[in-house]
Structure formats: structure tokens, C-alpha cells
């Protein structure tokens, strides 16, 4: 099965998570062909803040943030045993290299400005038409609305790509937002009917393992018949 995973920027705190996360995705990539999307996390966020500070445009923190995916795709590249040697930049790149390298495990980053990560594992996933889309991140499903803010928000089992929509589209999509799955990552998956699962994978990153079989607590996102 051909997987697409995007890691969200917890994952590159210190060695020891990089090292923990590698692991699962070795052991994942003995048995399915992966695909893995970094992304930038509080460094990223924290460039970004000091970018507007000095009068930056939107379209220049986005770059700026892209430039931090791809030093946690060089950091999880470093602790993989069989990855492509280098972040790669596009999705053409991305299936060239699982060519060429034939088991090797592809890293990418951000690619281009205007959407986060989870939008370049969608377009990803939808290029390399991948069975599977993971979104693991620091947060157990899609709620209704942040649950970092609004702890009484209700948290979604599986929740229509419509509704999805009907809640990101509420979202600021400035550079550096952290919404658990942005609008045009929505949309691709409307667009290509991907099975996708949003799940919490910081505490214990062998529930990437358990969702790839069907056993998770996170939401699924589906597409209406």
C-alpha cells in the first residue's frame, strides 16, 4: 500500500523524537511503500514571528517557514537508515526518487507558499495516487474548533470532507498557522476522495502502526457518496 504521512514540527523537538518517529517508519516501510511530508513546527513559527517583526510580507514568511520544513525533513533523513540523502522540493522529484532509490524513503517539505504541509502530503497523496493520507500530529482528530482554546469543542470519529471545509474555511491561512488541516488540504482531498486519518502521534508515535491497520482514536475524514 502507498502511504503518505505528514508529520507535524512536534516530531523535531530533540534527537530523541526524531529518532523514535524513524524507527516507526522504518519498520512501516517494510511492508508498504511510504512517503513522508515535515513539517516546520515552533522553530518555524518563531522565524516567522521575527520575519513580520521586520516588516515581512506573508508570501516571504511562508518561504521562510518552508525553509524550516525542509531542515526537519534533513534532520529525519539523518536519523533514517534507507532515505533519499535530501529533502526533495516537488512532488515530480518525489516520484523520481522512489525510482530511483527503489525502497528508499522520501523526504519533502514545504514546497511552495500559501498552504501548510498537510496540503503538500494531500497533493502528494493525490499525485503518487497513494491508498492512505496520515496527518500525525499533536492533536488526537479534527474538533469542531481548537480545542487548545475552546476545551469544550467536539471532537469529530470521522467527519465529512463538507463539514471539514465548513470549519477551516473559518481559519486565517496566514504563514505559520497551526490548523489541523488547512483549506486547500481540504479541498485536494475532496478533489481526489483519499482515505485520509488525522491522528495524535507525539505520545506515542507507534499509533502511526495502529492507524495504518485501522486501530486509532483520531478522526477519519470522508467523502460523500
Known amino acids: 500500500m502507498k502511504i503518505v504521512i505528514s508529520l507535524g ?3 523535531f523537538a530533540d534527537a530523541a523524537h526524531i529518532k523514535t518517529v524513524a524507527e516507526v517508519l522504518e519498520e512501516l516501510a517494510e511492508s508498504h511503500s511510504i512517503y513522508v511530508v515535515t513539517g516546520g513546527g515552533q522553530p518555524a513559527r518563531e522565524y516567522i514571528k521575527i520575519a513580520r ?12 517557514g518552508i525553509a524550516a520544513t525542509r531542515l526537519n525533513a534533513q534532520l529525519l533523513i539523518s536519523a533514517l537508515r534507507n532515505a533519499y540523502p535530501e529533502p526533495l522540493t516537488d512532488y515530480k ?5 522512489t525510482v530511483k532509490g527503489e525502497e528508499c524513503i522520501p523526504v519533502i517539505g514545504g514546497v511552495s ?8 502530503a494531500a497533493i502528494l497523496a493525490e499525485y ?4 492512505l493520507l496520515l496527518s500525525v ?8 474548533a481548537d480545542p487548545r482554546v475552546h476545551p469544550e469543542a467536539k471532537k469529530y470519529d470521522r467527519i465529512s470532507v463538507k463539514e471539514l471545509l465548513s470549519i477551516v474555511m473559518q481559519a486565517e491561512l496566514k ?13 485536494m482531498i475532496e478533489r481526489s476522495g483519499i482515505k485520509t486519518i488525522v491522528i495524535d502521534g507525539s ?9 495504518v491497520i485501522g486501530k486509532h482514536s483520531g478522526t477519519e475524514i470522508i467523502r460523500e457518496r
Not at 128 to 131: D, L, Q, R
Not at 203 to 211: N, T
Open 9 to 11: 514540527g512536534i516530531f
Open 113 to 120: 507558499p500559501g498552504y501548510t504541509t498537510d496540503a503538500v
Open 137 to 144: 500530529t499533536s492533536v488526537d482528530g479534527v474538533y469542531e
Open 93 to 97: 522529484e518525489v516520484a523520481e526518487a
Open 175 to 187: 504563514a505559520g498557522s497551526r490548523i489541523i488541516i488547512d483549506p486547500v488540504a481540504a479541498k
Open 53 to 64: 517583526e521586520l516588516g515581512a510580507n506573508e508570501t516571504v514568511c511562508d518561504y521562510i
Open 203 to 211: 505520545r506515542e508515535p507507534r499509533a502511526i502502526l495502529d492507524a
Open 128 to 131: 503518487v495516487n497513494a491508498e
